[in-house]
């Protein structure tokens, strides 16, 4: 079975850190893309950052540019996320999503994991 | 960045009913556009790609049309599993945007 489990989110203050962790199993990690995908309380999606199946080419959207760090790591067909200084709006469900198929859309979505930014 | 546009924001439809949700692009996006479904609490699901290829599994009232900066979602015969939000995402340039999202409710 093709599946994404997302694990790390949790209460930090601002100016805090977390990492998220993706584990993927049931598909081929190390050909595809993969993605970082939020969704503030109440509110739509917003990408992230996504990395490229062999990891060298990485990108971020402007509101977390210099905060984030996407990573991969194929021994352990898992996804990263360095999250530095966060903010309130950074406050979210935060999901990981494969893109298998050399374009990017996300074709696999984990479950998700909550951050919640608040002192 | 590419902006995407969703219209409408809210449609109420009863079940057996055909509807359409657009989406458009800021700029040219040639076919790099994914539709998806969100139910409440979970996470989404991809409907379609390339614009009009229908992902494995789906059910083929769905369907997708358009290219360039404009286009649509539609769904045949609205089934009561079907009420939910749908996003359409570019994908033609980096940074990927979503739309704003289409919610789906019943009449």
């Known amino acids: 079975e093709v599946q994404l489990v997302e694990s790390g989110g949790g209460l930090v203050q601002p100016g805090g850190s977390l990492r998220l962790s993706c584990a993927a199993s049931?598909?081929?990690?190390?050909?595809?893309?993969m993605n970082w995908v939020r969704q503030a309380p109440g509110k739509g999606l917003e990408w992230v950052s996504g990395i490229s199946s062999g990891g060298s080419n990485t990108n971020y959207a402007d509101s977390v540019k210099g905060r984030f760090t996407i990573s991969r790591d194929k021994s352990k067909n898992t996804l990263y996320l360095q999250m530095n200084n966060l903010r309130a709006e950074d406050t979210a469900i935060y999901y990981c999503?494969?893109?298998?198929?050399?374009?990017?859309?996300?074709?696999?979505w984990g479950k998700g994991t909550t951050v919640t930014v608040s002192s | 960045d590419i902006q995407m546009t969703q219209s409408p924001s809210t449609l109420s439809a009863s079940v057996g009913d055909r509807v359409s949700v657009t989406c458009r692009a800021s700029q040219s996006i040639s076919s790099w556009l994914a539709w998806y479904q969100q139910k409440p609490g979970k996470s989404p699901k991809l409907l379609i790609y390339q614009a009009s290829s229908l992902e494995s599994g789906v059910p083929s009232r769905f369907s997708g049309s358009g290219s360039g900066t404009e286009f649509t979602l539609t769904i045949s015969s609205l089934q009561p599993e079907d009420f939910a939000t749908y996003y359409c995402?570019?994908?033609?340039?980096?940074?990927?945007?979503f739309g704003g999202g289409t919610k789906v409710e019943i009449k």
């Open positions: 049931g598909f081929t990690f190390s050909s595809s893309a």
């Open positions: 995402q570019q994908y033609k340039s980096f940074a990927l945007t």
């Open positions: 999503a494969s893109s298998g198929r050399g374009y990017y859309y996300m074709d696999v």
